[in-house]
Each structure stands twice: as structure tokens, then as C-alpha cells.
């Protein structure tokens, strides 16, 4: 029997988001049913909530960063017991049988993962996220939170963490790279502090020096303001890596020109419009332009206990739900330091 539960949802494009009911699956036999203690608000959930990114689906629930408790597993379900500590990232399902899922790389699931909202399911229910009271999953598609993270500071680290982790990783940030985060948002404050941590030389590279003081706090070295043309001068050649975590177009050819021989320009947010450039800004150079996605649940995992053993989670304002419209406005304006969270207790009642 499904059960209703407390949402916060989009009713339609671009409209503010309600207090509404939604329908959960019941606990399957490889299902957990966790109670939502905390639900961070990422960009890409204004994007889609306001049909920035093509045809969407309403009413919309958003949310895929999630962390919560496990309140009730099914007979089959081994990995978590009722009260473990858990979360939920961007996707809920996988094929489970492609070459990519196979590698542990579900996000690059070739039948198409299936989103955590915003998206239908293999039987072709749809998808709601968390902005609930809580949420039914596969147990393979959730992550044990460590001890060593409280919830609320972990809830962002489904979405932001993972997507600046993965990269960092796979392109191996660490001693002796020199690497660029571009903007310091939801996102870049996550790459500055996991590529600190991994040990890298750590370059902020913001529109303005506004966040400079936050920035060498969170661990960069370096903290540089592009509107300042001078910037791309001093800079050239420099970096191993770029990563690029705005959600607007960029100069694409100035970026590039900061990489040395080499060097690879990754990319991470999701503008609205197509970006061009020109290719001898690569061919001068061998340089690479690349895209990243997430992380599988293996990688997720991993980098959850990278961040508990460095002793840090995002950096939070906490909201309860009713302020939900008002963080999506301070969001597209970048008026937060650097993740809102809300509080699903305020939905409660």
C-alpha cells in the first residue's frame, strides 16, 4: 500500500513552489523507507523546477540531496538496518546490466539512470524528490553517512560533493597539480575544500574578489577576480587542471588559455544556452575539454568518507520549507554561503 506523505512541490513551470501530498511506493523487499531529516537545494533544482533544461514534469518535488534515517527495510535488504544513518544522491535506479553500470559508473547509465525526481521510473511512475517528509529507495541506490558528518552539513555532498569529487579524482588533483576552481558557489566551495584535502594547489578564480577571505578560509591558495583582465594575463599557462562550476556562459577561450600544455578544462555546471569556442585554443597546446557527471554510488561512497576523515561537510544556511521560494531567488543571485539545507522537521505537522 503507497503512502502519503508531506512534499514541497512545483506545480508548474516557474511556479512557486507548495505544500502538497505525494503518494510513496511501498517498502519493497529491497526497498529502505527513510525519514528525511535534511534536503539541500542545488541550482540544477531551480533549473528544472522553472523548465530551464527542456520538458520537465509537474508537479515537481525536488531534491537529490538527501540524508535521513532508515526507518523500515524490506525482507531481502542487507546493507542497512532501521536507524542507520543514510543518504540519497541524483539518481534512484540504473540498468544494472550496461558495461558503464557494471564499472560502477551508474550516472552514465546507457538505458538512462532514473532521477531522483524529475524523472520516471523502469514501471513509469514518476520520481519525486526531497522536499518530503521521506522517500522510498533501493537499498543499492543509497549511502551510509559517516558518524563523523552530521546530516544537515552532509545532505549537499549527494550533489555538490560528488560532482567536484569525481572530477578532482578521475583527473588527479593532489601534490604537485596546480588546480583552478571557477566560482565559488554551492558547488566551488566543495572543489576548493576536497581539492585542498587531496592536496593540490588551489586557485580560486571568481568574478569578483567579494569572497576572497571565504575562499583562502576554506582552503585555496590563491584567489583571483576574472573581471579583471589583467587576471588572464598573469595566469596564463598555468594550471593543470580547470574546474568549472558556473551555471552561466564563460569566455571559453580566455579559460583555456590559463592550462598548460596539457592541461584539461572540466565542466561541471549546466548553462541554459550552447557556449562556443575555438579549437587552436586546444590544438595550441594539446590541451582537453571535458564534462563530468556526478559519481556512482562506489565513488559517492568514498568520497563521503574522504570528507568525514578531513573533518568538514558544506558550508550551510539552514531554512525551514515555507522559505523555499525565497533560497531559490537568493540562489539565481548568489546570495548564499554556499548551500541552503532546509530543515524537513518544518514540514512536519
Not at 531551480?46 to 525482507?75: C, D, K, N, Y
Not at 539512470?113 to 522517500?135: C, Q, R
Not at 598555468?238 to 578544462?265: C, H, Q, W
Amino acid at each position: 500500500m503507497t503512502t502519503s506523505v508531506t512534499a514541497y512541490a512545483a506545480p508548474a513551470p516557474k511556479a512557486p513552489l507548495e505544500r502538497t501530498t505525494i503518494e510513496r511506493r511501498p517498502v519493497g523487499e529491497h526497498d529502505i523507507l527513510i525519514e528525511i531529516a535534511y534536503a539541500g537545494i542545488c541550482h540544477s533544482d531551480i533549473h528544472q523546477a522553472r523548465e530551464e533544461w527542456g520538458s520537465a514534469l509537474f508537479p515537481m518535488v525536488p531534491g537529490h540531496e538527501i540524508a535521513g534515517i532508515v526507518t523500515e527495510v524490506g525482507s531481502g535488504v542487507t546493507k542497512y538496518a532501521v536507524g542507520d544513518r543514510v543518504g540519497v544522491g541524483c539518481f534512484v535506479d540504473s540498468c544494472r546490466e550496461c558495461e558503464n553500470c557494471l564499472a560502477g559508473d551508474e550516472q552514465y547509465c546507457l538505458k538512462g539512470e532514473v532521477p531522483t525526481y524529475n524523472g520516471k521510473a523502469y514501471d513509469g511512475s514518476l520520481t519525486y524528490g526531497g522536499y518530503s517528509t521521506h522517500i522510498v529507495v533501493d537499498e543499492n541506490y543509497a549511502v551510509r553517512i559517516p558518524d563523523g558528518l552530521s546530516l544537515d552539513v552532509a545532505a549537499p555532498l549527494l550533489c555538490a560533493g560528488i560532482t567536484l569529487y569525481s572530477p578532482l579524482d578521475h583527473w588527479n588533483a593532489g601534490p604537485g597539480k596546480k588546480v583552478a576552481i571557477v566560482g565559488l558557489g554551492g558547488l566551488g566551495h566543495m572543489g576548493v575544500k576536497i581539492a585542498h584535502a587531496m592536496g593540490a594547489e588551489v586557485t580560486v578564480l571568481s568574478q569578483s574578489l567579494r569572497k576572497k577571505d571565504d575562499g583562502l578560509r576554506l582552503g585555496a591558495d590563491h584567489f583571483y577576480a576574472t573581471s579583471d583582465e589583467s587576471t588572464f594575463a598573469e595566469l596564463a599557462g598555468t594550471f593543470d587542471l580547470i574546474i568549472n562550476t558556473v551555471s552561466a556562459n564563460i569566455p571559453l577561450d580566455a579559460y583555456l588559455s590559463l592550462l598548460k600544455r596539457e592541461g584539461t578544462m572540466v565542466h561541471v555546471g549546466g548553462p541554459e544556452f550552447p557556449s562556443s569556442f575555438n579549437q587552436f585554443s586546444l590544438i595550441m597546446g594539446r590541451k582537453s575539454m571535458a564534462g563530468s557527471k556526478i559519481g556512482g554510488i562506489r565513488q559517492t561512497q568514498e568520497m563521503l568518507d574522504f570528507c568525514a576523515g578531513h573533518g568538514f561537510g558544506a558550508e550551510i544556511e539552514v531554512i525551514t520549507a515555507d522559505q523555499i521560494n525565497e533560497a531559490y531567488e537568493r540562489v539565481v543571485s548568489s546570495d548564499v554561503r554556499y548551500r541552503f539545507v532546509i530543515d524537513i522537521a518544518s514540514l512536519k505537522g
